[in-house]
């Protein structure tokens, strides 16, 4: 079993609609990262998070410490957002991130 | 603002062959990870560097080495080159601070990546 497990891994849906990618992970976190990656190949870091909630424009990511997950919703899906989003994270006691599986995101006008 | 920066984007190897991966890290930057992405695949951490010195290693095979260098670039080496290494190698860097609440913070800024192909 993976120690970052993401749902979906294929999500599509029509412009304007709210997307939720969720994340759970099995091991002891000291922070979670949401990363998007496009077809090109590049990552960009989206969020950063050890508890709480952050927002940036239509993007929100969630992280409940006790539970074991979080979740990045995207606002008002846009064709642009299409893309596949990682969950990372990064395990006590050290610094590298270890990667769940992706969710790939496809919206369509 | 300055990113990562990676040398070469995109890079094509025979077998047995080397390849040299460069990494230019956010000025600033400490910390240098490797990250290697095969098709299909999620990203595998390699190895890093903190201060010049290797902090962590993962999965990277004997074949591979790696270095951070006095002005924090890295450089990963990769010697008798097999199929199977082709893939999408990410570098990564981060600057460690201490937050508000006294708690350390080492976000990770990714490189737009080398794509290394070998035929």
């Known amino acids: 079993k993976n120690e970052v497990e993401q749902s979906p891994q294929n999500l599509t849906a029509q412009e304007g609609e709210f997307i939720t990618i969720n994340c759970s992970y099995s091991v002891g976190i000291s922070a979670l990262h949401w990363l998007q990656q496009h077809p090109g190949g590049g990552i960009v870091s989206l969020f950063m998070l050890s508890s709480g909630k952050k927002k940036h424009g239509r993007l929100i990511a969630t992280i409940n410490i006790q539970e074991k997950h979080s979740s990045l919703h995207i606002t008002a899906s846009h064709p642009r957002d299409s893309a596949v989003y990682i969950c990372a994270v990064r395990i006590q006691g050290a610094q590298k991130l270890v990667f769940g599986q992706g969710t790939r995101l496809t919206i369509n006008p | 603002a300055a990113g990562v920066i990676q040398s070469p984007r995109h890079l094509i190897k025979e077998k047995r062959e080397t390849a040299t991966l460069k990494c230019y890290p956010i000025?600033?930057?400490?910390?240098v990870y490797w990250y290697q992405q095969g098709p299909g695949q999620d990203p595998q951490f390699l190895i890093s560097?903190?201060?010049?010195?290797?902090?962590d290693k993962g999965s990277i095979p004997d074949r591979f080495s790696a270095q951070q260098f006095s002005d924090y670039h890295s450089e990963l080496n990769m010697s008798s080159l097999e199929l199977g290494d082709s893939a999408l190698y990410f570098c990564?860097?981060?600057?460690?601070?201490?937050?508000?609440?006294?708690?350390?913070?080492?976000?990770?800024?990714f490189g737009p990546g080398t794509r290394l192909t070998v035929l």
């Open positions: 560097f903190y201060e010049k010195m290797q902090s």
């Open positions: 990564a860097s981060s600057f460690f601070e201490l937050t508000v609440n006294r708690r350390g913070r080492y976000e990770q800024f």
């Open positions: 000025p600033r930057h400490d910390t």
